[in-house]
């Protein structure tokens, strides 16, 4: 028998807990003996609850019980999580964490500590919870050298992007719907201003490269710009509009890598990943393109992932999975350099200038003539910025090509 | 260092050694230490070629040098594949294969047999070439019960429909333009009759149940009487034709399990896969939905997922690699008993017989009145069936909807 610890009794730690004991024949067939969670932390208690007589509120109870051989850290934050994460590996025992800020921030550092304790930090969850991709990554595309990665990584853009495209609603009135469905946070800024798929960008780049890629060094544009009207564009160009996480490698230790809405060919399989759905799409130098789709969120997918890792540790009880992310920063190429074509919507008046700057591409519309929309011709992000400096109040809007 | 032969210097097996020698570094930081290809098999000699030291004529050479640990099986058949594989696990051995059909005829026979000397049998190239499949079936979804497996499993047949639906094109005509770009074999039948894909649902079906899924015992229907008229009909009801393997868990030990062209909605991820690509869709309890995407076949894909098996061999001699799939067979489900509904294309003249068998869904398409299609009410299978036979020759085609 496995005795497990879950920190924090919330969503997904709940979650954790209904999998386990759902699918208890099936994980424990996996693991090779019986999970077993002997404790649950939180600050509060939960009478009536079938698991009550297991919450504790104290860590230590649970940290120095030579019994709890795996740890789920599913509470969130960096304060709390990290010294809870960090003392318990430095005991040898391994955790299995659903939180992407903590692995984006402190992954290398407790990385190592479980590698010198002999135990595991896994992490399947902090990206794409019902998509797996952080073992894809470490164990099935090893025979690949990875060139690059796009994902559709945040459920609750990509809800409201979906919405704006098939409802014609502007971002305001989605946003607000979404919050009384509970998609959207009654703070959504993390979301909205791209800040969450920056931190899976950030892990997912690390792995990809085997070195730290530092998220608060990544370029992060959210889709608050994002109009109604930019969709009827994109839709009479064939395309739409993603919030991507991008990250390609440009050799050994330097990689491009950003978080922006990008306007997408209605024909390329992210094209088609919507509402609550995430995707991550991989390019390898043998495979060429691969993807990974499946639910970016939710208590029960995050949770399967949680247990997927315990399975993983319980399997390797006292042996380290291998997990090349290494402490050394991976240098982040400046975007501003980059060649690349945009959308740009400006003013009709301003066509001539426009068209003299950016290229003669222009998406024809009909019934829609008081805005002038430009495919551009390719160009340094930076020239762009500068065309649209000098164009004024006459751009309308812009969005990167993909 | 560990020793690899290759058995086979055909397409896969020259991509094999191509993988391990391009992506060396890669590869052999993953696998802990450095591989190298000692013999290559084959019938044939390859003057000239950069690894032409490396070619012998027989087995005995490689299965009695102790130094050999792993073999890429990458001959296909299951005459010789099978005797060799057999007698090099006998040896303690490990077997990596892209053998579909070895793997479906004796998968758990050849598990067992490794099982038993302390060696791996495995075979992520075997389904979905470069779509990594196999390893997140067994390592990622573990918390999970894994209810339906849904898959386009054949490139073939994919790129057939594919350009008929795109290009209007019958299915003659895309089959002979697709031999001359060698993307069907000479002698087609293996793909356009289902039995490709068979082979792989049979595989995926075995690793769902955990129990031997018969691969003769799959009802299995290919695309050859999918018609131009067909692709019609499907894009005015916002449809398209896919050739699906599909497969169901019916509790612990029943699987209902299929091939057959099916009708699918637009909207449906697995209708964005084209051409060549192929996609397996997984419905788990606790995840839902979730996709794995890519390259069916091809040299470089194919040799990668080969290779992720060596690598996978390599950090693993002398242990067990975990894989869930015993002797003891599955039942097949009977699918005459099956409730479904239909796309039937009948005669006009038939309408009124039609309409009162199969309901009254009936798709009006602008200039297009000789024929009548109905999308039939949902029914058995038998029961369709035997609506057919009363129709008799007034039927012009019918394809199960999804």
């Given at each position: 028998m496995v005795n497990v610890a879950v920190l924090g009794y919330g969503t997904v730690g709940s979650g954790v807990v209904e999998v386990i004991e759902k699918n208890k024949d099936m994980v424990n067939k996996k693991s090779g003996q019986e999970l077993n969670v002997k404790y649950i932390l939180d600050l509060r208690d939960f009478p009536g609850d079938p698991y009550e007589d297991k919450v504790v509120h104290d860590f230590d109870t649970i940290v120095n019980d030579e019994e709890v051989q795996i740890i789920c850290e599913t509470m969130g934050g960096v304060g709390a999580a990290y010294a809870f994460t960090k003392s318990a590996l430095e005991k040898g025992k391994s955790v299995c964490t659903s939180n992407k800020e903590l692995v984006a921030k402190h992954g290398p550092e407790l990385l190592q500590i479980a590698r010198k304790n002999n135990c595991n930090y896994l992490f399947e969850a902090s990206v794409g919870g019902g998509i797996p991709i952080i073992r894809p990554l470490n164990y099935s595309l090893t025979a690949e050298r990875i060139e690059g990665i796009n994902g559709i990584l945040n459920g609750t853009t990509n809800y409201i992007l979906s919405k704006m495209e098939m409802e014609g609603a502007d971002f305001d009135t989605v946003l607000k719907e979404a919050q009384e469905k509970g998609y959207?946070?009654?703070?959504p800024e993390a979301d909205v201003e791209g800040h969450d798929a920056c931190r899976k960008i950030a892990i997912l780049s690390s792995l990809m490269m085997g070195k730290n890629v530092d998220s608060e060094k990544i370029y992060t544009e959210g889709i608050t710009k994002v109009t109604a009207d930019d969709f009827v564009y994109a839709k009479a160009a064939g395309k739409t509009v993603k919030l991507l996480g991008r990250s390609v490698a440009m050799g050994e230790s330097e990689v491009l890598a950003m978080v922006a809405p990008f306007m997408i060919d209605k024909s390329h399989p992210l094209a088609m990943v919507n509402d609550v759905f995430n995707a991550v799409f991989v390019t390898g130098n043998m495979l060429g393109d691969s993807m990974y789709y499946g639910r970016g969120a939710g208590k029960l997918p995050t949770a399967s992932a949680v247990v997927s890792d315990v399975v993983d540790c319980a399997r390797h009880l006292g042996k380290v999975i291998m997990c090349f992310w290494d402490d050394a920063d991976a240098k982040l190429a400046d975007i501003s350099e980059l060649d690349r074509s945009f959308y740009v919507r400006v003013k009709a008046s301003a066509k001539d200038a426009a068209v003299e700057m950016l290229g003669d591409d222009v998406l024809t519309v009909p019934g829609r003539d008081e805005d002038l929309v430009i495919f551009s011709k390719s160009m340094k992000e930076k020239e762009f910025a500068a065309c649209c400096e000098k164009l004024g109040d006459a751009v309308l809007s812009k969005i990167r090509l993909y």
């Open positions: 959207a946070e009654r703070n």
